[in-house]
Nanobody
Framework: QVQLVESGGGSVQARGSLRLSCAAS????????MAWFRQAPGKEREGVAA????????YDADSVKGRFTISQDNAKNTLDLQMNSLKPEDSAMYYC???????????????????WGQGTQVTVSS
């Protein structure tokens, strides 16, 4: 069993920055993918960024390329998301996720992940 707890959300003005952190406890297999998703009211949950198994490869949604950076500290079992140049459309509940990516699944598909945190709210004002 894996527990994920997010922190670092808040309110910020456009073009500002926030850093989200996800603390993982329990047995996090090295073969797990770790990811950040977000969900705005009335919209589907979408993948923001992910780190592949072993931490070697990172993935970003087109909407955040060049602005968000995902990183992982295996020693501390934490997953961070540095968010720069924030826009009002980045406002959402942000979730940390962990799990194995099965054959045919993609990192940006919520159904590919078995473990989820409770989320942390990010609000960006114009």
């Amino acid at each position: 069993q894996v527990q994920l707890v997010e922190s670092g959300g808040g309110s910020v003005q456009a073009r500002g920055s926030l850093r989200l952190s996800c603390a993982a406890s329990g047995y996090v297999y090295s073969s797990y993918y770790m990811a950040w998703f977000r969900q705005a009211p009335g919209k589907e949950r979408e993948g923001v960024a992910a780190i592949g198994s072993g931490g070697g490869t990172t993935y970003d949604a087109d909407s955040v390329k060049g602005r968000f950076t995902i990183s992982q500290d295996n020693a501390k079992n934490t997953l961070d998301l540095q968010m720069n140049s924030l826009k009002p459309e980045d406002s959402a509940m942000y979730y940390c996720a962990a799990g194995l990516i099965g054959y045919g699944s993609r990192w940006y598909e919520p159904s590919a992940f078995g473990y989820w945190g409770q989320g942390t709210q990010v609000t960006v004002s114009s």
